[in-house]
């Protein structure tokens, strides 16, 4: 194992924010992710998982312990299921099954960062999720050292939720997903569409972590209220957090170099390159406050800490 010190965690995000992390190790395989669980266990170190890094805020402080890295590995198909390690981009996978001559999942074009993450959180995008594609995912329990199949109805899917959202213990690394039979030119359209429809409505070449907060369930008078003046259903009976934070007059609303995006408020973004964490959580409390105060609505954060 190349274990590294002292290495900036800000270039390995989105956000680009954040101090340095003691040791990094980069893995592919669940026999390296399992190599590296045994490694700072002997050592009493403690330890984290980085994929993608597109949903993570780093602390400015860095993490005094080891970063798990999962990189880009490798991939199969078996007839129309893909399986995959943890550490593969979701776009590139979704490009390498179209090349197969399999779709069905194009609407998660664009959302950046690996399959394990995106397993981990349900990403999802224009209503499809990563649930809707699961076979199955392996993980490793990096408490026991052991590792297991997850069926898809065993990992407790919801809105961005998953088992392993409530079960960091457990490390992602592989996951099977089942496409469909689509012709390669028709996926890479699909796929096109979708990240152009992308381009339009959402931010996606910013320093951010995506959404920064989850759309909460909020009361049926603020349901109402936004179904009326958007005139959409509301989904599950929940309102998009950048609603609510455009309501409260925090659109545009900064803290340092951090800012609620005008675009997309839900998008906390590091718009000069040189916001801190701190700046970037003040500037969520400020947020979470004045939506609590205003619609009784207690946002939380989608983007994990770090
Ligand atoms: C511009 C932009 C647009 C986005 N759009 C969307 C969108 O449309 N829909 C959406 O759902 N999300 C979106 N996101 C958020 C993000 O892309 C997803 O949450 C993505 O699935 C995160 O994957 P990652 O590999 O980058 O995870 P990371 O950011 O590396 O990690 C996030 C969390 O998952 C954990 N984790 C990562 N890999 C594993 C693993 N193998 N096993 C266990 N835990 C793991 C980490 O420890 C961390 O807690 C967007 C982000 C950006 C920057």
Redesign the pocket.
């Given at each position: 194992m190349d274990i590294r010190e002292h290495i900036p965690l800000a270039p390995l995000?989105?956000f680009h924010i954040g101090g340095g992390a003691r040791y990094v190790v980069e893995v592919k395989s669940e026999e390296e992710v399992g190599a590296a669980v045994a490694y700072a266990r002997d050592r009493r170190l403690p330890f984290?998982?980085?994929?993608?890094?597109?949903?993570?805020l780093v602390s400015d402080s860095g993490f005094d312990g080891l970063v798990i890295h999962?990189v880009s590995g490798s991939f199969s198909f078996e007839g129309d299921v893909l399986t995959a390690q943890?550490g593969c981009n979701v776009l590139a996978l979704i490009h390498a099954a179209a090349k197969n001559n399999l779709g069905g999942w194009e609407k998660l074009a664009g959302?950046?960062?690996?399959i394990?993450?995106?397993v981990?959180?349900n990403?999802?995008?224009f209503g499809s999720e990563m649930k809707d594609f699961l076979v199955s995912a392996r993980?490793i329990d990096s408490v026991a050292g052991e590792a297991r199949e997850f069926a898809a109805s065993e990992c407790d899917f919801s809105y961005?939720h998953s088992f392993?959202k409530d079960n960091?213990q457990?490390?992602?690394?592989s996951a099977q997903v089942r496409l469909v039979q689509t012709a390669r030119e028709e996926s890479e359209r699909l796929a096109a569409e979708t990240i152009a429809e992308r381009e339009k409505r959402?931010?996606?070449h910013?320093r951010?972590?995506?959404?920064y907060f989850m759309n909460p369930i909020a009361p049926p008078e603020v349901v109402a209220l936004f179904e009326q003046e958007k005139e959409v259903r509301a989904r599950e009976g929940r309102v998009p957090a950048g609603w609510l934070i455009e309501k409260v007059g925090m659109k545009g609303a900064r803290v340092g170099g951090a800012k609620a995006s005008e675009q997309h408020p839900n998008y906390l973004v590091n718009e000069s390159g040189s916001a801190t964490a701190h700046d970037v959580r003040t500037l969520a409390q400020h947020i979470k406050d004045a939506v609590h105060m205003r619609f009784g609505v207690v946002l939380k954060e989608e983007a994990?800490m770090l």
């Open positions: 995000t989105t984290t998982v980085l994929g993608g890094g597109s949903n993570v999962i943890a959302i950046p960062g690996s394990g993450g995106a981990r959180g990403a999802g995008a993980a961005r392993f960091p457990w490390i992602i690394t959402h931010l996606q910013v951010a972590a995506g959404s994990a």
